[in-house]
């Protein structure tokens, strides 16, 4: 499907933490083509350098790059301001992104930015952002930001994926709450982006199948308005089975095959 003006709609891709483009996008690799197929994807590299050893090293080459930095209680930013300055320069220049994609801080910081820019903080002049696939994504926990962010449910749809053996989990849950009638997919495994079964592709696909149905508005779709686990590193199996229970988050409980 494309805009009003020709263009295919596109999805920004965010990276995790001392990774880069290049990963995210072999991450998203291993799930069926179909999904994205009418999208065209980007996969921007991160600011700063990794400051420290990245968990990949050995396993995917070089670089290892970080949005931001972070103290150990996850309430201390630094090159936050700058990491969100390169981005909304790069979103202008090579938009309009019809949504976004992150892993771990990638998804953090996607969802910071949607957030932002539904109260005028930035991106005031960019259609605004429809959709977010948060991956291990979570809140910023400085109140100052989170006073504005997450002031208000953000009503551009998303999809959150959980692992159940990420000792993160909750903050993840909490970003998940931020959002207006999320839906929540859970899987077995910790922190990676998980291989999808028959049925969450189907999820999957339903999910951007509503989004390409909805009206566009000029050249958008719009409306109106870290630990890495890497490919074979968990054993995980199980029975295809998916549970959906209704309320104000949409949950689909994924058991891989």
């Known amino acids: ?26 991450q998203i690799s291993k799930w069926d083509p179909s999904i994205f197929s009418q999208f065209h994807l980007e996969f921007p590299d991160g600011k700063f350098p990794a400051g420290g050893k990245s968990d990949i090293e050995g396993i995917f080459p070089p670089p290892y790059l970080e949005w931001f ?27 309009p992104f019809d949504g976004f994609l992150g892993f771990s801080q990638g998804a953090t910081l996607s969802a910071l930015l949607i957030g932002y820019q539904a109260q005028g903080k930035l991106l005031k002049e960019h259609p605004p952002i429809k959709f977010l696939v948060s991956i291990s ?12 962010a ?13 692992g159940e053996k990420d000792w993160l ?35 999957l696909q339903n999910f951007v199948a509503e989004i390409l149905s909805q009206p566009k508005v000029g050249v958008s779709i719009c409306e109106h308005e870290s630990k890495v686990e890497v490919d074979g590193t968990n054993g995980d199996k199980g029975v295809n089975g998916v549970e959906i229970n209704q309320g104000n988050a949409e949950t689909v409980e994924v058991v891989q095959a």
Do not use: W
């Open 169 to 203: 989990k909750i903050p993840f849950e909490e970003l998940a709450s931020a959002f207006d009638k999320p839906l929540i997919i859970r899987h077995p495994q910790g922190r990676t982006v998980p291989r999808l079964d028959e049925v969450f592709t189907g999820q």
């Open 150 to 162: 997450y002031k208000d449910p953000i009503k551009a749809k998303s999809v959150h994926f959980i």
């Open 69 to 95: 930095q972070f103290d150990k209680d996850f309430t201390v930013y630094t090159n936050l301001d700058e990491c969100i300055s390169y981005l909304t320069e790069y979103i202008i220049a090579n938009g």
């Open 137 to 148: 994504g979570s809140k910023f926990r400085d109140p100052s930001i989170c006073d504005v």
């Open 1 to 26: 499907m494309e805009g009003e003006n020709g263009r295919k709609l596109k999805i920004l891709c965010l990276h995790g933490f001392r990774t880069s483009g290049s990963f995210i996008k072999k």
